[in-house]
């Protein structure tokens, strides 16, 4: 049932930035609807407006004109503290340069949104060993991030993304750090995970790999979406 | 919150380089603090301990009238009476009973002003430092009515040496009629003090009473107390025993207020090296915080965008701040430690040297007290605490966008 439950809908969504006083168009007037269990990736040249596309969706920056519903909720009309809260809850990020906290262990970074959201130390310590194992790094939780392969580290964000089971994954060019067969394999995890949980996952992405394993690909260009293609 | 605190820890350790340098930076400050304080405290010991032990005493005891006319007629109401009650008061440890009066001094060679001073050698010895201060001779050791003590600077003036004689001639009290007798030179004194070295002669009390024609009169009763800190304390029951029958007894804050006032000025030094200490905290602080957020910028924006609460950003930036603040003044109380040990078996030397219109006498040593070790300490910690504000405001208000710029 959950894969077919509306996740974001983006209406006639805009963002113009000022640079030196001259007016730059980032997006323009985007329509966009992601529901749950989708594998999505937005395609584009650099410039095209893949970052603030995920930026605006997951309520990281305000939008010029337009709407981001996120559930049925409007993100744009939130509080600063209500849209910190509603992040916690409801979005995973996975970055492109893993963005760990290089202090904190791999279970301290996992069980970090968890502890935001107040989960007792037990469920927390559960359900980071649950996802460590699925993503293969259950004997590297006393481990800090310094001290791990790139590719150990994007499963550790991975982790941390899913561990409370968010309804959207965006993600930013999540393998760009990574050899191919490391981006393989992640990739690959990534997609069981999102056929195993129904989570919607979205990503900004120029890798071929990632294209090829998307149930949808949305191009961007000059800010537009210019073909959006499904497949099963 | 415990989190944060753990958090900021770690993040704090991360650099150990740039958190000791911000830690020793701000250390010294808080360390230089403490040493000044130490070092006021001794100096101020010093400065009241050398004008009240060379010969002040800590208090003294006069007829009403007579500090201001220097008038030998004015002489204290019932001198038996007070010496035996000085004698059983609790605060008192000794009680030097002096007769005092301007005269003349004439040697073989030279003629000069003094001030006598009828004294007991053994009370005297109790309350100043006149027998600590011979250099030629003895203290009235003997029991011969001729002794006299003077000042290196007069022995000079005089050309007069041990043994040699001297007259003095002063004017006796009621009468106004001269009165001379001739003396021989037992004992020789020098304290660096221009005015004592120089115009001041000590004779036996008896002869001095006789010598001015005043029975068992005295002009003054130099006071030691049991504690130095007595002479302050303007609540002791002793100002209150001591000033009656016409009589005055006034500690050695009245006797010299420049000097009390040179303290109260030192505290205006403490308050502009206390300011000083907090710029250099300021600057310490902010400088390290933000090299810190700036380094991390990513990290402040991926704990934003995974659902940290702007307080939260401000929680960890603040316990940052006192995390760095509780590292300084562990190094502060350690290096003022080290250099208070250090300069307390050394002492520092000032002897001689003028100081509010005394001269230092022993060495000067730092002293240490608790508070400067408690409210000093946490008063830098405070302190770093409202400087973090500054960091820890502009991390929590900055856009999660720009600090993530590079990576979503």
């Keep these: 049932m959950k894969q077919k439950e509306t996740i974001i809908v983006t209406e006639d969504l805009s963002k113009t930035y000022r640079d030196n006083g001259v007016e730059v168009p980032a997006l323009r007037g985007v329509d966009l609807t992601v529901s749950a269990g989708e594998f999505t990736a937005v395609v584009g040249p650099s410039g095209s407006g893949k970052t603030t596309l995920l930026n605006l969706v997951s309520g990281l920056d305000n939008p010029s004109s337009g709407t981001v519903t996120l559930k049925g909720t409007a993100i744009s009309e939130m509080s600063g503290k209500e849209l910190s809260d509603f992040r916690r809850d409801h979005i995973g990020f996975i970055f492109q340069a893993y963005n760990l906290i290089p202090v904190l262990t791999v279970e301290e970074n996992v069980e970090y949104i968890m502890m935001l959201q107040g989960v007792k130390k037990e469920e927390r310590h559960r359900r980071v060993m649950d996802i460590l194992r699925q993503v293969g790094l259950e004997e590297m939780v006393d481990r800090v991030p310094p001290k791990l392969s790139g590719g150990q580290q994007q499963r550790v964000a991975i982790a941390r993304a899913m561990v409370s089971q968010p309804d959207l994954i965006l993600a930013d060019e999540p393998t760009a750090n990574l050899d191919s067969e490391t981006g393989a394999n992640l990739l690959n995890m990534m997609r069981d995970l999102n056929r195993d949980t129904g989570m919607a996952f979205l990503f900004s992405t120029h890798d071929q790999m990632v294209m090829q394993k998307a149930t949808r690909v949305i191009t961007l260009r000059d800010g537009k979406i210019t073909e959006d293609l499904k497949r099963d | ?408």
């Design chain 2, 1 to 408: 919150m415990w989190f944060y605190i753990k958090l900021a820890w770690r993040n704090v350790l991360r650099n150990k380089r740039r958190t000791l340098i911000a830690g020793i930076a701000i250390g010294i400050g808080l360390a230089c603090l403490i040493f000044y304080d130490g070092l006021i405290i001794g100096m101020e010991e010093v400065a009241i301990r050398s004008a009240t032990d060379t010969f002040l005493g800590e208090a003294q005891i006069h007829r009403q009238g007579y500090r201001n006319s220097r008038e030998a007629s004015l002489m204290i109401n019932d001198p038996s009476g007070f010496l035996k009650d000085l004698s059983v008061h609790p605060a008192v440890k000794a009680a030097s009973p002096r007769s005092l009066a301007m005269g003349m001094i004439t040697s073989p060679a030279n003629v000069n002003a003094v001030m006598l001073l009828g004294i007991d050698p053994a009370q005297e010895a109790a309350v100043s430092k006149i027998d600590d201060a011979i250099r030629q001779g003895d203290f009235f050791d003997g029991d011969s009515p001729r002794d006299i003590v003077i000042g290196s600077e007069l022995a000079d003036i005089l050309e007069a040496g041990l043994g040699d004689r001297v007259v003095i001639t002063v004017s006796a009290v009621g009468t106004g009629e001269l009165s001379q007798e001739m003396f021989r030179v037992s004992g020789i004194y020098h304290f660096s003090i221009k005015e004592m070295d120089g115009g001041m002669a000590f004779i036996r009390l008896p002869v001095a009473q006789r010598l001015l024609g005043v029975g068992d009169g005295l002009q003054e009763i130099a006071i030691k107390f049991n504690e130095l800190k007595f002479a302050s304390q303007n609540d002791l029951s002793f100002w209150k025993t001591f000033s009656r029958d016409g009589n005055e007894a006034v500690s050695w804050e009245e006797l010299l207020p420049q000097l009390k006032t040179i303290f109260e000025m030192t505290g205006a030094f403490r308050a502009i090296l206390a300011f000083l200490l907090v710029i250099v905290v300021i600057f310490g602080i902010i400088n390290t915080l933000f090299m810190s957020l700036y380094e991390r910028l990513f990290e402040f924006g991926v704990l934003r965008a995974v659902g940290t609460r702007p307080r939260g950003v401000f929680k960890l930036m603040l316990a940052e701040s006192g995390s760095l603040g509780l590292i300084s003044a562990a190094i502060g109380v350690a290096l003022a430690l080290i250099i208070m040990w250090i300069v307390t078996q050394t002492g520092i030397d000032y002897r001689g040297i003028e100081f509010a219109g005394t001269t230092f006498q022993d060495l000067l040593y730092p002293v240490m007290k608790l508070y400067q070790f408690i409210i000093y300490p946490v008063g830098l910690m405070v302190f770093t605490l409202l400087v973090g504000l500054y960091p820890a405001t502009v991390a929590s208000r900055m856009s999660i966008t720009d600090a993530i710029r590079r990576s979503l």
